[in-house]
């Protein structure tokens, strides 16, 4: 049987469990599917998701790079855009940029300096 690919799950670097919450679930939108720790002391490992898009969040040293980029590419970019702005999130308050390449983009920087690309193609 051939490989197919079913989905993509990044997994980004955090260092604060409770900045996270608030940017992630509070934020974004974002519902928690898991999470997991070896002990009471250990770091957190979970994963979050909002529609179709899957994060994974570790605290894990060696689990992801800060400063990533993932592009989340999906449709009502716009809605989104006012959705954030409706929650007055003190640390943050992005803008709609329209690229070069065709797309409407909405990014955000999470508080680990991730920045999270919310993306939808223009139609031509």
Not at 18 to 41: P, Q, T
Not at 63 to 86: K, W, Y
Not at 96 to 109: A, H, N, P, Y
Request: hydrophobic content about 40%; some cysteine; overall charge negative.
């Amino acid at each position: 049987m051939p490989f197919t690919l079913e989905r993509m799950v990044p997994v980004l670097r955090i260092f604060d469990e409770s900045k996270a919450r608030e940017f992630y679930v509070g934020y974004l939108g974002f519902d928690i599917d898991f999470e997991h720790r070896f002990d009471e002391n250990a770091p957190l490992f979970m994963q979050v998701s909002r529609g179709g898009a899957t994060l994974r969040l570790s605290e894990h040293h060696g689990d992801g790079t800060p400063g990533s980029i993932v592009t989340l590419i999906g449709v009502g970019v716009e809605a989104l855009h006012q959705e954030l702005r409706d929650k007055r999130y003190k640390y943050l308050n992005p803008g709609l940029e329209t690229t070069e390449w065709g797309t409407l983009d909405l990014c955000v920087v999470d508080p680990f300096n991730n920045r999270l690309v919310f993306s939808e193609r223009i139609k031509a």
